[in-house]
């Protein structure tokens, strides 16, 4: 048998140690990335267009259509103040009508898809709300309506083949199973491990469903499950083959990663994240390579770096990096950090404010460290 890359686990969500049931050569159908959000056609009903959304209706009615951008829904209570905030992204203006309850006023027809930042799947106006004001990404004003209406289309729904284990080796329970010819396999959990056997990150969760004799050598077998959890993304497979023997020792293999590895690489050095680990006495100076620092991502992969070493994570975004200063997650505070190499990140990162969900740009995590107390020295 080749040496397993995957371990498959009875699911027990109470359980500190699962029972390992089988170890698994290899895993097909495993990596999915989630589809691009759908884009729809929206009505806003009742406008008073402003701004660029009164000149990109203009637009529309001499070419057809015409760009908008993000548009902002602000939802009103009754005394016209905001409720909260939805948006929809991409928008292109399809054309107006007059607006059957006032003809002053204008429905527009817009495609567009809505913003995965959105705190809630639909918008709803509380009652005697006078409905939502519209403003552009950087709260330009563009106007008001009254409603909002999605013109919804039906879609095929999106059948994902299940998860096939291959040359898997049986064991414990589910030795027992197969033995007794039971159709009811169970709920497993599917672990990627390195070449030692440990855990590296949960893979997937999902019931067996299905199993045949094994091609690959006597007495495996492959096993089909169906997952009821999200599987991981293609990314993950990069960054698992570098952790393929262990936690890294060699700095800086994170910048082999593509964008998406970048952030699959912080879920995994968090998932390994030793929280047994004392933290380093307060007053410690702690270097940031920054060669490698061209997004988001890279400046928290380098960041966990700096602080707990080679695949060390200090969070993944400043709510998780905030946490992290709290203690417990390999320093504590006041502590020195060195950035080298920062014009990089001050290129790459650009100057521009952070507006609807932006990465942070160099000059807002700079400033976001030096008001967490922390002495930055840039190099």
């Known amino acids: 048998m080749r040496r397993p890359k995957y371990a498959l686990t009875a699911y027990d969500a109470d359980a500190e140690d699962d029972e390992v049931w089988a170890l698994c050569a290899d895993a097909e159908n495993l990596f999915c990335d989630p589809p691009a959000p759908a884009r729809g056609t929206y009505e806003l009903l009742g406008c008073v267009p402003e701004g660029e959304l009164g000149k990109a209706l203009l637009r529309a009615r001499a070419d057809g259509s015409a760009p908008l951008g993000t548009l902002v829904l602000e939802i009103l ?78 879609r095929p729904d999106l059948v994902e083949p299940p998860v096939r284990l291959l040359g898997c080796s049986p064991r414990g329970a589910l030795r027992t199973a197969l033995d007794a010819g039971e159709e009811d396999l169970g709920h497993a959990k599917l672990t990627r491990v390195d070449t030692a056997g440990r855990p590296i990150q949960s893979a997937v969760e999902g019931e067996l469903v299905a199993w045949i004799p094994s091609a690959r050598g006597p007495g495996l077998v492959d096993l ?101 200063l709290r203690g417990r997650w390999g320093t504590r ?16 990162l650009g100057l521009v404010p952070r507006t609807d969900h932006r990465p942070w740009t160099f000059e807002e995590l700079l400033a976001f460290l030096v008001d967490e107390g922390i002495d930055v020295r840039l190099d």
Do not use: M
Not at 109 to 114: D, G, I, L
Not at 119 to 144: E, V
Not at 241 to 252: H, K
């Open 77 to 154: 209570d009754k005394d016209g103040e905001r409720v909260e905030a939805w948006s929809l992204e991409d928008v292109r203006v399809l054309g107006d009508r007059p607006c059957a309850r006032d003809l002053a006023l204008r429905d527009i027809t817009v495609r567009a898809r809505e913003s995965p930042h959105n705190p809630f799947d639909y918008p709803q106006c509380p009652p005697l709300s006078p409905g939502y004001r519209l403003l552009g990404a950087q709260d330009d004003p563009w106007g008001g309506c009254r409603d909002l209406a999605h013109v919804t289309h039906s």
């Open 224 to 324: 089909t499950l169906e997952p009821w959890s999200d599987r991981p993304p293609t990314a993950a497979e990069e960054v698992w083959e570098l952790w393929d023997t262990g936690r890294p020792t060699e700095p800086g293999l994170w910048a082999r990663c593509g964008a998406e590895g970048r952030r699959h690489w912080l879920t995994t050095a968090l998932a390994r994240h030793d929280a047994c680990k004392p933290d380093a006495e307060p007053g410690r100076t702690h270097h940031l390579d920054g060669r490698h620092i061209i997004d988001e991502p890279g400046f928290f992969c380098a960041l966990g770096e700096a602080v707990n070493g080679p695949g060390g994570y200090f969070g993944r975004g400043l709510d998780a990096l905030d946490d992290c």
């Open 333 to 348: 505070r006041p502590f020195t950090l060195v950035w080298h190499d920062a014009e990089v990140a001050r290129r790459c």
